[in-house]
């Protein structure tokens, strides 16, 4: 059955938007083309009327979960008292390590996306780059200092979620958080 242009516009937001999260609860070779349309509650045979490969997909879905991930942080951030305290704490919470599919790409995608194509690569760079333009902007600090901010963020949520020891994945996190708290200025 043929759909309107309107929508196959919203079917296609809504792919991009659901492979986000899958792709993140999965990783890029944990869930195939059918699975992604499935979930979007659509049919497989769509997707290659909208995408040139599963990398194209891939890019566009965490461009728009890094537009939307950093600008939430940037909110939830400039809302408290201490924005760069306010920042690591979420950041660094177990709400953020136990919502794979709702948080971070980097910390969630960044080895996959290391051997992936040049294209998703780019869609990575470009995240990066808007967290460490939100790190400089919350924390005061130099580009030099948001990168290893931000490095120090990734690894320790990375690291949590890796562990099976739960008071283990608690520990790295908070002292990650610390850490970062204690030397802002370092």
Same mark, same amino acid.
């Given at each position: ?14 792919? %991009?938007?659901?492979?986000?999260? @899958? ?38 879905? %965490? ?11 940037? @909110? ?34 960044? @080895? ?13 760079? =470009? ?10 902007? %919350? ?23 890796? =562990? ?23």
């Amino acid at each position: 059955m043929k759909v309107s242009r309107e929508q196959a516009t919203k079917n296609r937001a809504h792919v %991009v938007e659901v492979a986000g999260a @899958q792709f993140r609860k999965h990783g890029f070779d944990g869930i195939g083309v059918a699975d992604l349309m499935q979930a979007a509650g659509l049919t497989h045979g769509g997707f290659y009327n909208n995408f040139a490969s599963k990398d194209a997909l891939a890019a566009e879905a %965490v461009t728009q979960v890094f537009t939307e991930t950093t600008e939430r942080l940037r @909110q939830y951030a400039l809302a408290a008292a201490d924005p760069y305290a306010a920042m690591v704490r979420f950041y660094l919470s177990p709400e953020h390590r136990d919502s794979i599919e709702a948080g971070c790409a980097i910390a969630a995608l960044s @080895q996959d996306a290391a051997r992936r194509s040049p294209e998703l690569r780019a869609a990575f760079e =470009v995240g990066i780059a808007a967290y460490l333009e939100l790190i400089v902007e %919350v924390a005061d600090v130099t580009r030099p200092r948001a990168m290893a901010i931000y490095a120090t963020m990734v690894g320790a949520l990375t690291l949590s979620r890796t =562990v099976t020891d739960p008071a283990l994945s608690a520990d790295l996190l908070a002292a990650a958080a610390d850490g970062l708290l204690a030397g802002k200025d370092s």
